[in-house]
């Protein structure tokens, strides 16, 4: 029998490569850069097979919340591996999901209390738009089909929310496959086409918002957004006053509101929710990756009584809502996710992320600002990212064939640093444990490897 754990770095990478088709790859680029193998991961750190360390400040795509191996989350998983690691969910339940609904309950927007189950972010998404489109037909509403969503807009890589999405390196090719939705023009708070800036407008991008619900208002059954933070295009950050627009926009209407905080919850943007910033309660809500502190694949749709009674009738008034995924309410998930909110809830680590964010915002201003090629630096949180453009004067980008953010990327390795950018926006996303020690070392190789490819 082969022994994988003691195999070289090098003959687990062929291996690797012989079988893995790894996700948002173009997987000639590892022959370059072969996966890099990792053997543990502790806090902010991960160790790869030769023991070298790598500072993880994109949270392993956002969801490592509180640090990897978590002590309070692995024994939660523990003791529930025990007892029970899966029921089906339909006609059974378990304590550790109960515990969980109730808890979350605390924390969520008033009214949001229907929790309904998936396995990954997309998953949620298609379920909260499957949702929204059954929720109108049932109240007699049945000219609602459509949906509306923000440019730069980010909900997934299904098709459903692909059709919601505005990213076209992930959607252009598959686009005959999508429905239409409605792509409302975002803010977009560096490139302001009304020459404001986030602090001081009076949100003048509405229109864009005003128009779309004027002509499409009556015909859509919801709104999708990510609020206040719009993650993978770049962590573009916009104004709350807009968020209050959006929420007014759609009770006028009639139109259902959904905010994916599959990125921004669980304390992101120094809110525990984003919609927090606007004290505003969407109709529909998803969550994934800081749910299990990313431990183990989960994520809900939560909404309201209100939607949630139009699905509640006579089995043969056939109006109930015949959606599943297999792994629904997994149990181990539960107690990940109850781990988290013990973790979070005993060690006050959302207020302490908050104490730290302005240091954190001073560290990188004073090792970025004023060098040549950082357009703007954006923070919402522990969130800083760096944009990257040619000419600071005209915001002019660079020619992304270059694929600066990918060098500096590749750079940042060497030197034992994960910051996998977004096109040319190098961003911290850390957990929200990360001290000044750690981010002190990070910020350190982050500038060397920019220098390095741009100085
Ligand atoms: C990551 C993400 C998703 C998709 O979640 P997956 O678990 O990767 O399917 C959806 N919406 C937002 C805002 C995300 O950041």
Redesign the pocket.
Known sequence: MKNYNNMSMEELQNLDLKYIWHPCSQMKDYEELPPIVIKEGHGVYLKDVNDKEYIDVVSS??CNLIGHTNDTVVDKIKSQLDNLEHVIFANFTHPPIIELCDRLTEYLPKGLNKFNFSD????A?ECALKMAFQYHHQIGDTNRKGFMCLSEG????TLG?LSVGSLDLYSEIYKPMLMDAHHINAPDCYRCPFNKDRENCNIECGEFAKESFKKHGKTTAALII?PILQ??SGMKIYPAKYLNLLRDLCDEYGVLLIA?E??TGFGRTGKFFAVNHANISPDIM?I??GLTGGFMPM?ATITTEKIYDAFYGDYNSHVAFMHSHTYSGNPLGSSAALGVLDFLEKNKTLERANEFAPILNKMVLEAFEGEEHIGEIRNIGLINALEIVEDKETKKPFDSKLRLGYQIYKKALDYGLLLRPLGDVIYFNPPLIFTEEEARKSIKIMKKAYKEVLG
Do not use: M, P, Q
């Open positions: 795509w956002w990954n972010g997309s998953a998404v980010y909900h997934g890589e929310a990510e993650g993978a994916d599959i990125a998803t994934s990756k994520a």
